[in-house]
T-cell receptor, first 113, second 109 residues
Framework: ETGVTQSPTHLIKTRGQQVTLRCSSQ?????VSWYQQALGQGPQFIFQ???????GRGNFPPRFSGLQFPNYSSELNVNALELDDSALYLC????????????FGQGTRLTVV | DAKTTQPTSMDCAEGRAANLPCNHS???????VYWYRQIHSQGPQYIIH???NNETNEMASLIITEDRKSSTLILPHATLRDTAVYYC??????????FGAGTTVTVRA
């Protein structure tokens, strides 16, 4: 059984650019969530995808968008990058059980300059 | 929108039990308490969760008070590898986890 994997591990982008982050969910998990973690803070929920549909969204602007594919892998897209978007982006997968624990990947460290 | 209060930091001696408190006085009857930890530069790791009964697994024990307004995570024999930020989370809606600032636990030799 493979865990949650994210790519890339690090990247640097310029303000105004667009970025795509990728996540492969754990085997058997059909739900993927994305979180943003600024330095020194706890992770903040961005949105969740379930069976290729957005299932819930946190307090993030529309320039944060996502996709989930038939194999349950997922992408997070951020348009018009701002300096404050610099953070660790975490992906978590879980099975289709409301109380099930979420399994997190190691994250992608995004730096916007 | 975190509904929990945790101490900012605590120290623990290696080999001793670590007791991490969490207050969640506004918890509703069907909301679960979850504990995660985050070791530096890694993704959060699930530890344990419960509704109203005490729970134990291979990592830790979770003690929830009878009124459910507070809980304690117990690491029975802390090791240096348990040094991490520990998050107590009340799961208000099933599709997301609301992380607060957590407790930074330092295990000292």
């Amino acid at each position: 059984e493979t865990g949650v994997t994210q790519s890339p591990t690090h990247l640097i982008k310029t303000r105004g650019q667009q970025v795509t982050l990728r996540c492969s969910s754990q085997s058997g998990h059909n739900t993927v969530s994305w979180y943003q973690q600024a330095l020194g803070q706890g992770p903040q929920f961005i949105f969740q995808y379930y069976r290729e549909e957005e299932n819930g969204r946190g307090n993030f602007p529309p320039r944060f968008s996502g996709l989930q594919f038939p194999n349950y892998s997922s992408e997070l897209n951020v348009n018009a990058l701002e300096l404050d978007d610099s953070a660790l982006y975490l992906c978590a997968s879980s099975p289709d059980i409301p109380t099930a624990e979420a399994f997190f990947g190691q994250g992608t460290r995004l730096t916007v300059v | 929108d975190a509904k929990t209060t945790q101490p900012t930091s605590m120290d623990c001696a290696e080999g001793r039990a670590a007791n991490l408190p969490c207050n969640h006085s506004t918890i509703s009857g069907n909301e679960y308490v979850y504990w995660y930890r985050q070791i530096h530069s890694q993704g959060p790791q699930y530890i344990i969760h419960g509704l109203k009964n005490n729970e134990t697994n291979e990592m830790a024990s979770l003690i929830i008070t009878e009124d459910r307004k507070s809980s304690t995570l117990i690491l029975p024999h802390a090791t240096l590898r348990d040094t991490a930020v520990y998050y107590c989370i009340v799961r208000v809606v099933w599709y997301k986890l609301s992380f607060g600032a957590g407790t930074t636990v330092t295990v000292r030799a």
